[in-house]
């Protein structure tokens, strides 16, 4: 009777296990078939330090931070003679998209290269050269002189499901043609100094030398284009991000037209929308983009935006957080004409703009103080008038001193320029004075306030 009790437990068990087996994913007619179209990146650099080796160099206490890996940088090596020139070298991967040798990868393998050399998987090793590159997107198009090369199946990173299997080829550490796996873990993921890529996030194990090598899903088709980790230690930690790949193709389409990339331009300083904020503009929850700066000459202004303004969707597609917008507009081909809905003053309201170029060279100076003060005891805080040749600016008020009170409670900063409160506009000190008296107790009002010359919004709430 025991016996039978044993065997009558353990067999379920056994034949779930052989059925969980049954359902992993086998990798291996993919790996067949896509390795022969992975390649392995080297470049040289002559006569300079090396960057890279400096960057992989990391010390113990490196603080938690995204970066980009590099690839293994070589040792230096020898001078030729007196002062000679030094050769560095590092690592990386990429991809062959087509069969006379066009080779995408990243823009952080190559950067600065003198030399760069592609090994095929059959061993061949061929010079390349830069098509064009983007540092913004983290992407470079190389060409080797090869007929009837092996490339591989560009799928729709669109069409990826959090919780779906995806495989990196590439080469961690030097060694070529490593395979890893994993899930997604996420999708348009949003970088510190990455506004134009909605980053895949996965769990799949990728390394210094996997940077520009592909992830594929399960039919064989590449999704993204390994490119960041997120890390304390600078090796892998379970979290990696890849560029979507119909981001990708959007970039190398115009880097192999005219070497370059064009990106839409709204011209709006934004924010996120938090809780306090939502409350303080009456919104129901926490959602859009805050439009704390509306930039002059710009398509926004052309369209009517102004500061304010919470933008919903864009081109129909709803805006969830801020960082959602610039993933959008980049992607929008300048001269187009676009929909986009905003809420203003509680009203929905739906406007039509023709997106600029960007142009990434503009700055605001921040303002300085004239003589005059006003002393306001209802927000706890010094202010005076604003005098500003180099930047145009000549209205709102400076923040000279923070006491105990509301400002200090809304994060309000020495410095900090006053432009407006409750949607009134503060273009001196008579009208600080005015609008702060006027204010509703016990409930938030947004208070727009320029920092170090950024625009944004902060909530207020006087008790």
Do not use: C
């Not at 293994?72 to 590092?90: A, F, L, M, V």
């Not at 960041?228 to 990708?248: E, K, L």
């Not at 037209?257 to 939502?278: F, M, P, Y």
């Amino acid at each position: 009777m025991l016996s039978l009790l044993r065997a009558s437990v353990i067999l379920p068990l056994v034949i779930m296990a052989q059925t969980a087996l049954a359902s992993l994913p086998d990798f291996r007619d993919l790996v067949k078939e896509t390795s022969p179209a992975v390649v392995n990146i080297s470049t040289i650099q002559h006569g300079r330090s090396n960057p890279h080796y400096q960057q992989f160099g990391l010390p113990e206490d490196v603080p938690e931070i995204f970066r980009h890996f590099f690839g293994i940088p070589g040792q230096p090596g020898g001078g030729h003679g007196q002062g000679g020139s030094r050769e560095h070298t590092s690592l990386g991967s990429g991809f062959i998209v087509s069969e006379d040798g066009y080779i995408l990868t990243n823009n952080h393998v190559i950067q600065d290269a003198d030399e760069i050399i592609v090994r095929l998987n059959d061993r061949r090793q061929l010079n390349a050269q830069v098509i064009g590159a983007d540092k913004s997107s983290d992407l470079a198009v190389l060409k080797v002189e090869a007929d009837d090369l092996p490339t591989v199946d560009l799928g729709k990173s669109e069409d990826l499901e959090v919780g779906e299997w995806v495989v990196a080829i590439g080469s961690p550490f030097g060694f070529d043609y490593s395979v890893t796996a994993g899930i997604v873990s996420a999708k348009g993921r949003s970088l510190p100094n990455e506004n134009y890529v909605p980053f895949i996030q996965t769990d799949v194990a990728i390394n210094p030398g996997n940077s520009g090598g592909p992830l594929f899903n399960l039919d064989g088709e590449v999704v993204g284009i390994n490119s960041q980790i997120y890390t304390r230690s600078g090796g892998f930690m379970g979290v990696s991000f890849a560029i979507p790949i119909d981001v990708a193709m959007e970039v190398v389409d115009q880097l192999k037209e005219t070497g370059s990339v064009s990106r839409g331009w709204l011209g709006v300083v934004i924010q996120e929308v938090d809780k306090d904020l939502a409350e303080s503009f009456g919104l129901s929850k926490a959602a859009g983009a805050l439009v704390a700066q509306v930039l002059p000459d710009s398509p926004a202004e052309e369209a009517g935006f102004q500061t304010g303004d919470v933008i919903l969707t864009f081109d129909g597609k709803d805006i969830r957080m801020s960082s959602d917008l610039p993933h959008h507009v980049g992607r929008v081909k300048p001269g187009s004409s676009v929909r986009v809905m905003i809420m203003r003053n509680g009203t929905r309201k739906t406007l039509r703009v023709t997106i600029g170029t960007l142009d990434s060279s503009a700055g605001v100076m921040p303002a300085r103080a004239k003589p005059g003060v006003v002393d306001s005891s209802r927000l706890g805080v010094t202010v005076a008038s604003v005098d500003d040749q180099r930047s145009g600016n000549n209205e709102g008020v400076v923040v000279r001193e923070v006491k105990q009170g509301p400002a200090m409670i809304s994060g309000v900063q020495v410095g900090d320029v006053i432009t407006s409160i409750h949607g009134q506009s503060v273009r001196n000190l008579a009208d600080f004075e005015r609008v702060v008296e006027e204010l509703p107790s016990k409930r938030r009002v947004p208070m727009r306030i320029l920092r170090q010359g950024v625009a944004m919004f902060i909530p207020l709430r006087v008790e």
